[in-house]
């Protein structure tokens, strides 16, 4: 069974520039979540999408946003990047009919540095 | 609200020993727990889970965690340290009450030396 797979892997970007990273889940999982992990503040929460629907989002500005596809493939955007938008996005595939407490498969994650 | 902490930061052991790293929770319901692991440049790779079965869990490379109600913890051991074990671990705790989406603790960085 393949993984989770985002891309690209890298990215650098100009402050005051959108961004657009894309994450396939692994087949049949029709969850995908968004988390950002960055020295300072550790893996924090973005958004859930299930069924091409946002289910559950965490303490972000509006210029963070993402849409699921009806293949469950998921994209995120920021818009107008800061400085402080440079971290390790990480896409997480699940399963929630399998039962309470499914766990998350991730990504090997898209790494995005402004400048 | 849930929330998860890791004791220590880094960790240093020596190949061959005990290996320990601890995870507190807080959640106002029956959590689902989790150990993930992070190698330099990856996403995270699950260790293993706590979903209300046996309180003792085994996992993938060695590794086990105990899941301690009434002390609110979860810590992680390995018996045998090997220097394939250094990376950075993380515990993370989701429950249906958070919508399920995990929150991790800080994570602990594991150094092995030879």
């Known amino acids: 069974k393949a993984g989770v797979t985002q891309t690209p892997r890298y990215l650098i970007k100009t402050r005051g520039q959108q961004v657009t990273l894309s994450c396939s889940p692994i087949?049949?999982?029709?969850?995908v979540s968004w988390y950002q992990q960055t020295p300072g503040q550790g893996l924090q929460f973005l958004f859930e999408?299930?069924?091409?629907?946002?289910?559950n989002k965490g303490n972000f500005p509006g210029r963070f946003s993402g849409r699921q596809f009806s293949n469950s493939r998921s994209e995120m955007n920021v818009s107008t990047l800061e400085l402080g938008d440079s971290a390790l996005y990480l896409c997480a595939s699940s399963d929630p009919t399998g039962g309470e407490g499914y766990g998350y498969t991730f990504g090997s994650g898209t790494r995005l540095t402004v400048v | 609200a849930q929330s998860v902490t890791q004791l220590g930061s880094h960790v240093s052991v020596s190949e061959g020993a005990l290996v320990l790293l601890r995870c507190n929770y807080s959640s106002s319901v029956p959590p689902y727990l989790f150990w993930y692991v992070q190698y330099p440049n990856q996403g995270l790779q699950l260790l293993l889970k706590?979903?209300?079965?046996?309180?003792l869990v085994k996992g993938i490379n060695g590794f086990e965690a105990e899941f301690k109600k009434s002390e609110t913890s979860f810590h992680l051991t390995k018996p045998s340290a090997h220097m394939s074990d250094a990376a950075e671990y993380f515990c993370a705790v989701s429950g249906k009450a958070a919508g399920n989406k995990l929150t991790f603790g800080g994570g602990t960085r594991v150094l092995v030396k030879p």
């Open positions: 087949s049949g999982h029709r969850s």
């Open positions: 706590y979903t209300s079965a046996a309180t």
């Open positions: 999408y299930f069924s091409e629907t946002q289910r």
